[in-house]
């Protein structure tokens, strides 16, 4: 008699748990190699720009608003609090301070319990309380420690990265680190001191927020339009260097 093969039951439960052990840590290690090199510059190695800029971050954050709510919410705590995922996903009720306008935010990346104060817009922080009931979830001790956003970190990289491609936003970016760059970028061009935008990042080092200060802001360009406007006599007018009627140059020599 041949041998008879007999066929496991394929436990579907544990398959799922394992994908999402194998999903988890993979967003996980894509996180900490964006964070390793934060710090370092605002463009990477291919001379490609990181953060947002003023109108990326414009038509990403309008691009939300269209969502459902819970992802709305999400992707409006990144960017007006400059926190890195996990550390929004780690939010539950307690975190907020109502009448202060203040969410209080774990800082990953330290060796002791490290917690940082962020003021939040108003209309942001009563859009949190409709939706998720802050107030009165506060007032039980249970669900005062519930997460608002109860996702892998898989799902809300995919929650941001469809914002910004709602937004019209493409390249590096278009991720959440786009917010929390572009978040410390607009937070310093908009003259807020860099010892409070160092302790809003949650950054251990001024030098590492000082990175941001790289960026052309708006003031930088007001400052580089007085040279462009201003009348030189070893510089010859544009029309004068080409020459009537030769928008080429080439009869001009």
Known sequence: MGARWFRQPIDRTAEMATCNIMSNTVAREIERAGERCEGTSLYAADGSRKYLN???RERALAAA???DPDEALFALALAWTGARVSEVLALTPQSFQMESGVVAISTLKRRRLSVREVPVPTSLMEALDSHFGLRAAQLDPTSSRKRLWPWHRVTAWR???DIMQRGGVTGRPACPRG????FGVGTLQSGVPINLVQRWLGHAKISTTAIYAGACGPEEREIAGRFWNHPSPARAPLH???GPGDPSGAGRR
Do not use: D, M, P, T
């Open 54 to 56: 003023r109108a990326e």
């Open 179 to 182: 917010f929390r760059h572009g």
């Open 65 to 67: 608003e269209s969502l």
């Open 240 to 242: 004068e260097i080409l």
């Open 159 to 161: 929650v941001v990265k």
